[in-house]
């Protein structure tokens, strides 16, 4: 059966999501995404993935400034009009008011990138690396106007590796989410598709991502930073204070050694480990000031680091 969707995305994680629902037929009415926004040193506006992948599909694109409010209302109407099936959200990045949850005929559902009730919120992918988590996976659940608390019509589980970065972990959830939709879609808008309330034991919040997240708590766990390293690449990637300038830190793993925290405990031809709380962060990729990516053991034969010279500013105390 052909649905009416209208799909909301933004981010490259939305577009096999868009593109699935495209190739099995559904018709998508709208591809409603972020404005354009500036990017890198140019300052260029620069589409978002959903809207370059609906274009490319010969999808309608909506760009709205607002979704809620007076200033949202014409938009909302817009969507009422559509008289679609269902809206299908996928990382779109706004919050949606109850008039624009109501507006499709089976209400909207969203896939979002975590094993609810864990990591609810707006950087699952990012926190399920960087707590630990053995395993992600998406869930299609009923949006509510509570924060990412609907219940769940069905989920797919994948194993995190021990290497996943949040965009090999991302990749890998986007094209579990394509296929999720896909196979259960129909049933949710037949209401043949029971949907299970979410537990609250367990509920975890993953809080949106701001570049100071990126910056590596070396009074901490080494493990958990070392993490830090995979859950915030490639946004917003993380980074030291060398001198007040951040020194940036592409790859690292945790390893053995004790010393004072942020200072070097070992020097190698390929890396350097620079002490933790607990434990050593193995520096192997790194980007100092005003320099191109390396490899840590060319720096440190340059800048002749020694074992206990300080690497790194005075550290946050908190982990």
């Given at each position: 059966?052909?649905?009416?969707?209208?799909?909301?995305?933004?981010?490259?994680?939305?577009?096999?999501?868009?593109?699935?629902?495209?190739?099995?037929?559904?018709?998508?009415?709208?591809?409603?995404?972020?404005?354009?926004?500036?990017?890198?040193?140019?300052?260029?506006?620069?589409?978002?993935?959903?809207?370059?992948?609906?274009?490319?599909?010969?999808?309608?694109?909506?760009?709205?400034?607002?979704?809620?409010?007076?200033?949202?209302?014409?938009?909302?109407?817009?969507?009422?009009?559509?008289?679609?099936?269902?809206?299908?959200?996928?990382?779109?990045?706004?919050?949606?008011?109850?008039?624009?949850?109501?507006?499709?005929?089976?209400?909207?559902?969203?896939?979002?990138?975590?094993?609810?009730?864990?990591?609810?919120?707006?950087?699952?992918?990012?926190?399920?690396?960087?707590?630990?988590?053995?395993?992600?996976?998406?869930?299609?659940?009923?949006?509510?106007?509570?924060?990412?608390?609907?219940?769940?019509?069905?989920?797919?589980?994948?194993?995190?590796?021990?290497q996943d970065s949040a965009e090999t972990l991302?990749?890998?959830?986007?094209?579990?989410?394509?296929?999720?939709?896909?196979?259960?879609?129909?049933?949710?808008?037949?209401?043949?598709?029971?949907?299970?309330?979410?537990?609250?034991?367990?509920?975890?919040?993953?809080?949106?991502?701001?570049?100071?997240?990126?910056?590596?708590?070396?009074?901490?766990?080494?493990?958990?930073?070392?993490?830090?390293?995979?859950?915030?690449?490639?946004?917003?990637?993380?980074?030291?204070?060398?001198?007040?300038?951040?020194?940036?830190?592409?790859?690292?793993?945790?390893?053995?050694?004790?010393?004072?925290?942020?200072?070097?405990?070992?020097?190698?031809?390929?890396?350097?480990?620079?002490?933790?709380?607990?434990?050593?962060?193995?520096?192997?990729?790194?980007?100092?000031?005003?320099?191109?990516?390396?490899?840590?053991?060319?720096?440190?034969?340059?800048?002749?680091?020694?074992?206990?010279?300080?690497?790194?500013?005075?550290?946050?105390?908190?982990?």
């Open positions: 059966m052909a649905l009416k969707v209208v799909f909301f995305g933004s981010p490259m994680f939305a577009v096999p999501s868009l593109e699935a629902l495209h190739q099995a037929g559904h018709h998508i009415l709208a591809a409603v995404c972020q404005p354009d926004a500036p990017k890198d040193r140019g300052q260029k506006l620069q589409p978002p993935p959903v809207k370059e992948a609906a274009l490319r599909l010969g999808i309608p694109v909506l760009q709205p400034e607002r979704v809620k409010g007076p200033r949202g209302e014409p938009f909302v109407d817009d969507i009422k009009r559509l008289s679609a099936d269902v809206g299908v959200v996928a990382a779109y990045g706004k919050i949606l008011p109850q008039t624009l949850l109501d507006a499709p005929k089976a209400g909207c559902v969203n896939l979002h990138a975590s094993l609810l009730p864990r990591h609810r919120g707006a950087s699952p992918i990012q926190h399920a690396i960087l707590e630990g988590d053995l395993e992600s996976g998406v869930c299609l659940m009923r949006m509510i106007l509570a924060l990412d608390a609907g219940g769940v019509f069905a989920t797919a589980r994948t194993p995190i590796d021990p991302g990749a890998r959830l986007a094209n579990l989410a394509a296929a999720l939709c896909v196979e259960h879609l129909e049933a949710v808008v037949a209401g043949t598709l029971a949907e299970v309330p979410q537990p609250e034991h367990g509920m975890t919040y993953a809080p949106l991502l701001t570049k100071e997240m990126g910056r590596l708590q070396l009074h901490g766990d080494a493990h958990r930073e070392a993490r830090r390293v995979r859950a915030m690449t490639p946004w917003p990637g993380t980074f030291l204070l060398r001198g007040g300038e951040p020194f940036k830190v592409h790859t690292a793993a945790p390893a053995e050694g004790q010393g004072t925290p942020g200072c070097v405990t070992a020097v190698a031809p390929q890396f350097l480990d620079v002490a933790c709380g607990t434990g050593a962060l193995r520096l192997v990729d790194i980007q100092p000031a005003g320099k191109k990516r390396m490899n840590a053991g060319d720096w440190v034969r340059g800048a002749r680091i020694k074992v206990g010279d300080r690497l790194a500013d005075e550290p946050p105390a908190t982990p």
